[in-house]
DNA sequence: TTAACTGCAAATCCTTTGCAAATCA
DNA sequence: TGATTTGCAAAGGATTTGCAGTTAA
């Protein structure tokens, strides 16, 4: 389905890198995601990969991911979300809890700062 | 005090490179701390300040912090604790604060992983 | 037609590394 | 002296950018 995937024009290239991170649920790097799309598009090039994909983080299609490692990664999933890391296998999964409200709260009233949102990394070995 | 600092041998530039990282708040790049050193050690090379960080990084002597925006810093702070970033100045605040372990049971009774530790990043407007 | 997009390659940025000289123990 | 550490400069890896050609609208 060729639809307009952003505001610009529409290119065969970009529907390709968005469908590909899309599709998994590895938290893909540029790199990883312009070998798949070498799939379907042979002579697509990596700086069209860059491209898009900051283009699609900032239109909020995708979501840029950093972890404690500093690669930088993407992630299909544009809800609201943590990670938890598995620090056996280096695996990450989405989680989506209910408790940035709460933490917030409890750490706005013992700081005093005014955080409106939160970011949460959770570690250990997936069960 | 010329102290021995790690279990290596003692060097100048350590040292200074250590005191520039203790004695600030700021959350600095290698590059700062090079800036920074080189008032003391004019001399000094970048290869240098990149050296020690690690050296000490990896002895437990300074952490290493990677935020959102995927930038390298240093913190002298070697606790456990969590960030605030203002989101108008940038600036990056350590916080303390004994919410870990209730997140922690809460995140694992809810979802089944078996998280041990967890990073927490706060951003609003610093009060 | 023409503005957006592409492939390519070069440039840039940050960090690491090889090496000969200097330094600590 | 011998092992570490240094400064320097070159190498590396990831990402961005300039440009001429291509393509969507």
């Not at 610009?8 to 070998?35: G, M």
């Not at 409200?101 to 970011?119: P, S």
């Amino acid at each position: 389905m060729k639809e307009k995937v952003v505001g610009q024009r529409y290119s065969r290239q970009r529907e390709e890198i968005l469908r590909v991170v899309r599709e998994t649920e590895s938290h893909p790097t540029a790199d990883w995601v312009y070998e798949q799309v070498r799939k379907t598009l042979p002579h697509v090039s990596l700086g069209t990969v860059y491209r898009n994909l900051n283009l699609l983080a900032d239109e909020g299609l995708v979501q840029r991911v950093i972890l404690d490692d500093g690669v930088v990664r993407f992630d299909g999933n544009t809800h609201h979300h943590h990670h938890f890391i598995c620090t056996k296998t280096g695996k990450i999964y989405d989680v989506a809890l209910p408790l940035d409200r709460e933490v917030l709260a409890q750490f706005n009233a013992q700081t005093g700062f005014k955080a409106t949102h939160i970011k949460i990394e959770f570690y250990g070995e997936k069960e």
